[in-house]
């Protein structure tokens, strides 16, 4: 990796099968966010969603904000709100007092919108989305860091003398990361920006049908034409990820959730195919092997982030998705499994412990010479007063 310390962090978008209830659903993933706070991850992204019946988050400030009071150290991102939908200035003004609200612990997270059925919903054209998003998210910025009014009559909003009465808790903005997809759209606009990303796909970069390396000298050919700096610390890879303490057991937790997931929610619901065979029993194994899901042990995540590292050239945190592929409890403890045996690896937290140990080893042999001449000294020593 390019930076001492890599972050981790958890991608809800969130995925909750049909018939489970809604309201119990959004409390397990307030209790996620919970969970890996205590664990030391780093962030947490929410992602904004009106229609398919599985993501049913549809404002991530207001969950954000709860989140927030449940919560000590973990930062919380949107991821991501999408623009489109919304006049920026009540973006603008959403973000900025939950930003107050939590000290500083919010990232900015935007994208076009998450599914066109939400787009088609709201009557509006797909095509005009990606558009729309780079448009609000320049006069966002403009709103947060700009004192002047600023009027602006667009074909779809309108802002006359514009001004937010509460300026960011973080300056000049809250950090702002860009969706970025499989084209280079979300990659040129973080350039632009001189933002971070959320790279959405990386999963299928494993395969080997997505070059990461690309990716990211989008975003630094447009940073360079529009005069700002990208940073690869900011720029954030999301892959599926189960970890049990072995590969089989990691795949039996979740052979039924995760095949149900890519029938029902990937093929049916959202009519993108399935990329194995099946059949349904031998999904997660044939996605695992594909190179789709990491499902298998800790040190089988450590060799898919290393691999990661490599073909990026180097990124700052890498986000797992938020599924229940498996039971609660399973998905609480692969968490659990990540924080005490993944991060350590990339966060060099082990190697003051490491080279401690190796010192006193090495001289293991001196230090029994000398603690039994220390016990033979005292045994000898007359009594007190003797």
């Known amino acids: 990796m390019n930076h001492a310390r890599l972050g981790f962090g958890l991608f809800l978008a969130p995925f909750h099968a049909l018939g489970d209830s809604p309201t119990l659903a959004l409390e397990r993933d307030l209790e996620l966010i919970g969970w890996t706070d205590r664990l030391g991850y780093d962030e947490a992204w929410v992602g904004e969603h009106h229609t398919s019946g599985w993501e049913t988050i549809a404002s991530p400030e207001l969950f954000l904000a709860v989140a927030a009071e449940r919560t000590r150290h973990i930062r919380l991102g949107t991821g991501a709100i999408s623009l489109p939908y919304h006049h920026p200035l009540m973006v603008a003004d959403r973000v900025i007092l939950l930003d107050h609200l939590t000290r500083g612990r919010i990232n900015f997270g935007v994208g076009p919108g998450g599914h066109i059925s939400d787009a088609l919903m709201l009557g509006l054209d797909p095509a005009v989305l990606r558009d729309r998003m780079a448009e609000a998210i320049r ?42 997809m499989e084209s280079p759209a979300g990659m040129r606009l973080a350039g632009e920006l001189g933002a971070g990303v959320l790279s959405l796909t990386v999963a299928k970069a494993t395969g080997g049908s997505m070059d990461l390396r690309r990716q990211w000298a989008e975003a630094e050919h447009s940073a360079e034409v529009a005069g700002t700096r990208v940073h690869r610390r900011d720029w954030r890879l999301v892959i599926p990820v189960h970890i049990a303490e072995t590969r089989a057991q990691a795949l039996a937790e979740t052979r039924e959730g995760g095949a149900r997931h890519m029938l029902e929610y990937v093929e049916a619901t959202t009519g993108r195919p399935c990329p194995v065979p099946g059949p349904a029993e031998q999904i997660v194994e044939q996605m695992a092997e594909l190179g789709a899901w990491v499902i298998g042990t800790p040190e089988d995540l450590i060799a898919v982030i290393t691999d990661l590292a490599r073909m990026s050239g180097g990124f700052g945190t890498v986000l797992f998705w938020g599924h229940e592929w498996a039971p609660f409890d399973a998905v609480k403890r692969s968490h659990e499994l990540i924080a005490r045996y993944v991060m350590p690896h990339f966060q060099g937290s082990l190697a003051g412990l490491v080279a401690s140990n190796t010192i006193v080893r090495a001289g293991a042999d001196r230090l029994h010479e000398l603690r039994s001449d220390a016990t033979a000294k005292a045994k000898a020593a007359p009594p007190p007063g003797g």
Do not use: C, G, H, N
């Not at 947060?144 to 808790?169: C, G, H, I, K, N």
């Open 139 to 180: 006069v966002i910025v403009r709103l947060m860091t700009e004192p002047e009014p600023l009027t602006v009559r667009s074909e779809w909003f309108t802002l006359v003398d514009a001004v937010v009465q509460l300026r960011p808790y973080q300056r000049p903005t809250p950090p702002i990361a860009v969706t970025s």
